[in-house]
């Protein structure tokens, strides 16, 4: 069973970068797909990004596409989500979540996944 602490989130300006982080205890963690999503007061979950095991396989929602970047470290079993151009609309709480796989698909669907953390709030002034 893996255990997923996300941090890097704070309060920033519209367009400032931010770097989130998961880190995982599980020492298997190079098996695990591991997916990030949000969930902003009053709205429902929405799927940001996720990577394969290997980090060689990577899928991001549309409101992300081209500012946000997901990476993997599996010698520090650590996930990173950079966030670029930051946006007002990007306020949320950021979650990671993993599942284990036994090849190198990643998942786009918050169901897939059986692990999550407890999340770090991002917040986007204008």
């Known amino acids: 069973q893996v255990h997923l602490v996300e941090s890097g989130g704070g309060l920033v300006q519209a367009g400032d970068p931010l770097r989130l982080s998961c880190a995982a205890s599980?020492?298997?963690?190079?098996?695990?797909?591991i997916g990030w999503f949000r969930q902003a007061p009053g709205k429902e979950r929405e799927f940001v990004a996720t990577i394969s095991r290997s980090g060689g396989r990577t899928y991001y929602g549309d409101s992300v596409k081209g500012r946000f970047a997901i990476s993997r470290d599996n010698a520090k079993n650590t996930v990173y989500l950079q966030v670029n151009s930051l946006r007002p609309e990007d306020t949320a709480v950021y979650y990671c979540a993993g599942v284990p796989t036994g090849d190198d698909r990643v998942y786009w669907n918050s169901f897939n996944y059986n692990y999550w953390g407890q999340g770090t709030q991002v917040t986007v002034s204008s």
């Open positions: 599980e020492r298997t963690f190079s098996t695990y797909t």
